[in-house]
């Protein structure tokens, strides 16, 4: 019985080192959240460090996850009105400035490519223009991707197969939702939709073709669209036009290439799902009550094809996750009595499918990352 009770304590330890390694997360982190919680906790659960408690820290912000399943943040920092970079090294943070030209930094997005470099996406507030920076080893490099009118906001990036990066953002001047695609010497700009008030809450992934597939807001009808590259032309669709909706979009793809979108509806305060079976638009209510100005989602799709997203509770005041478990959705709070936090959420599912949100505090003015595990 002892020799039993040996054994299991070991293989639990080893299970929680591993655990946490794969999280990208260290148990010994500086941070008064993360040591409320020490080795002998075994069971599974929501973790929650801080980023950056910095005063100036916004909630622009964006994150993605490395080959080791370690989180990379971009975000905005009004202090001195650029973009900062944050990734954990597996035991601690390290944050870095990017110093880039003005004011600049608001609306980032953050992709890796292959090599786990970080190329990120923002828009420059005193040129109004669109514009890109990447590591490429040594260094930060910065490219202007499209500088015609104020263009630029409501940005989102994406990595094809050749590490070469693709855009969808908001152009303010000609009021249309536009494209960019790096090409290998420059960039391919297109307008991808032009009818009405269209491009607002952009967000974009790429198919297994590397064709984009885009979800934005329609303003002037209050819809939510999707548009996607079928090689030669754009084909545009309104997925939701029920009431004032599309708000805080988000999409991801399934392994047979086929979309899967949370987001906002503005007229009943809810937060709901769409997503393409083959032939039809399927639409699902996931919570309601969030208040005016709830969602905030971020959605992403694990192995089995099933949706995760996180989003803001605003009537509760609450950081949320759902995930879709064969038959009903299943909600969770992450964490309460903390006051208005948990928004602004950018949401990616580490080599396991256990989720990991970074999430803006606006109670306490913090950048903060949750992740679920050991």
Known sequence: MRYLTTRRLLLATVSLVVAVLICGCDIGAEDEEENEWGIGDLLPRWRVIFVDSSPGVTWHSSLALDSKDYPHVSYYYSVNENLKYAVWTGSKWQIESIYLEGDAGYWNSIALDNMDYPHITYYGVDIGDLMYV??????????????????????????????????????????SLKYAQWVGSEWNIQTVDSEGYPGLYSSLALDSWDYPHISYHEATNGELRYAHWTGNVWEIQAVDSEGFVGLDTSIALDNLDRPHISYFD???????YAHWTGSVWEIQTVDTGLGDWGGHTSIAVDGQNQPHISYFDRTNQELKYATWAASAWIIKTINTDLGDWGGHTSLALNSLDYPCILFFDDNNKDLKYAWYGY
């Open 134 to 175: 990447y590591w490429t080893g040594s260094e930060w490099e910065i490219k202007a991707v499209d500088d015609v009118g104020s263009v630029g906001s409501d940005t989102s990036i994406a990595i094809d197969s050749q590490n070469y990066p693709h855009i969808s953002y908001y152009s303010w001047s000609s009021e």
């Open 266 to 272: 503005w007229t009943d305060q809810e937060l709901k």
